[in-house]
Nanobody, 130 residues
Framework: QVQLVESGGGSVQAGGSLRLACAAS????????MAWFRQASGNEREGVAAIYTGGIYTGVGSTYYTDSVKGRFTISRDNAKNTVYLQMNSLKPEDTAMYYC??????????????????WGQGTQVTVSS
């Protein structure tokens, strides 16, 4: 059974940094994506960043970001620990949301559709104050 457990959320002031971690069990990276999504109150769930874990579309380890976080956020993974990280720098109040880790276990050219991810963590809250 696949389980994803996030950690590392919290409250910071604008300009600060946080690092989120997603520990995966019952699952090893084989194809598709590991991704971070976020959902702010009243908004739809939004893809933040993804890392390609295998398939035919691009190179393993390729990373993708939504435009609003490019240059500020970095997604990475530690295969030995079966953990994916999201380093968030220069945080802004608009980054405030619940952040979710998700696993997409089928190869695809698209990483941004939440409905394509069958496995989700419980979420970790990130709050950025101005």
């Amino acid at each position: 059974q696949v389980q994803l457990v996030e950690s590392g959320g919290g409250s910071v002031q604008a300009g600060g940094s946080l690092r989120l971690a997603c520990a995966a069990s019952g699952y090893t990276y084989s194809r598709g994506y590991m991704a971070w999504f976020r959902q702010a109150s009243g908004n739809e769930r939004e893809g933040v960043a993804a890392i390609y874990t295998g398939g035919i579309y691009t190179g393993v380890g390729s990373t993708y970001y939504t435009d609003s976080v490019k240059g500020r956020f970095t997604i990475s993974r530690d295969n030995a620990k079966n953990t994916v990280y999201l380093q968030m720098n220069s945080l802004k109040p608009e980054d405030t949301a619940m952040y979710y880790c998700a696993a997409h276990l089928r190869d695809s050219s698209i990483w941004t559709r939440a409905r394509d991810y069958p496995y989700w963590g419980q979420g970790t809250q990130v709050t950025v104050s101005s």
